[in-house]
């Protein structure tokens, strides 16, 4: 193993920054490869399949399928655009990262983040609508407005995350290389500046607020209108059918708020309570365990895909 370069205390124009995974375990973070590595070849087989089933059935060439498709991709690179650092890290040691690359990466991991953020705004609206008005849902949602709100998701993540790392890129002077951290977040790449940061922290508090407040407000609405619409029905079995179309949605929008929500409380409100080591473990798991759970979500509670994949495993092994 070769030994990374050691960071100087003040510098100019940085070519590299050191990660160093999570800072206080030292050789034992190695064992958390074991936790990280099996997320990982969730979220790669599982959401690489659910692909698959989409794309070669076209039964399910359909705009909620579309979505949860678009949630799979968005999955597939958030968790990529992530854990190959964090292995690497997390087995080998602290690697030196390029500032380019470290930039490359801020950008697509909170460009990612806020797609998977509207992605589910959009699936709730669009089972709102499955609910609401069935009559009209072939009318209101169709393959194309789902293919223009995927668009749109991406051209927002795009415009609202660019400044992230402009706003570090206008810095020169860095107190350190050293980032305790397993990615290049916007914040602790912001915490080695040396100069005014207000703009970076102001940015990245109204954008945390904005999106995803936003976001959940849009969500809780549209779950608002589904709960009116269902409570009306007439029988126990008609609500609970209606029910059942959603939850899959439910749990998959836990997965990814709640650990959300609690590693963003204890970076704001919790500094001086929550270890440093504790808060970069949530933020890692935040960013993790939805791509690895989703596509089980899915798998699991959608008769559609369950019964597709079902058939593929069988057809498979009755070949050999």
């Known amino acids: 193993m070769t030994e990374a370069p050691q960071p100087n205390a003040t510098f100019s124009h940085p070519t590299f920054f050191i990660m160093t995974g999570i800072p206080g375990l030292g050789g ?46 968005t999955d597939l690179s958030l968790a990529t655009s992530i854990a190959p650092g964090l292995l690497a890290v997390l087995w080998l040691g602290p690697r030196p990262v390029p500032y380019a690359a470290c930039l490359v990466q801020m950008f697509f991991v909170h460009a990612l983040t806020a797609v998977e953020s509207g992605v589910l705004l959009a699936m709730a609206c669009d089972r709102a609508v499955a609910v609401g008005r069935p009559l009209h849902y072939p009318i209101l949602v169709t393959k194309a407005r789902v293919g223009y709100a995927a668009l749109a998701l991406a051209l927002k993540a795009v415009a609202i995350v660019v400044p992230f790392p402009l706003l570090v890129a206008r810095f020169e002077h860095f107190q350190a290389q050293t980032i305790d951290h397993a990615y290049c977040a916007h914040m602790a790449v912001v915490e080695l500046v040396v100069g005014n940061t207000r703009a970076n922290n102001l940015y990245g508090l109204v954008l945390s607020l904005a999106v995803s407040g936003i976001d959940i ?41 709640v650990p959300g929500l609690f590693s963003y409380l204890t970076h704001r409100f919790g500094r001086h309570t929550v270890p440093k080591p504790v808060h970069i473990l949530l933020s890692n798991i935040y960013l993790l365990l939805p791509p690895a759970l989703n596509p089980l979500i899915y798998g699991a509670r959608t008769k559609q895909i369950r019964d597709r994949l079902l058939e593929i495993f069988t057809l498979k092994k009755s070949q050999f």
């Open 28 to 73: 034992a973070q190695a064992w958390l490869t074991l936790v990280f590595g099996p997320m990982y070849l969730l979220s790669l087989l599982g959401n690489g399949a659910l692909l698959a089933v989409v794309q070669t059935d076209s039964t399910l060439h359909q705009p909620m399928f579309l979505l949860l498709a678009t949630l799979a991709a």
């Open 217 to 257: 407000l849009g969500i809780t609405g549209s779950y608002g209108l589904i709960a009116h619409t269902v409570l009306q029905l007439p029988t126990q079995e008609a609500r609970a059918k209606a029910f059942g179309t959603c939850s899959s949605h439910i749990c998959v929008i836990l997965a990814f708020y």
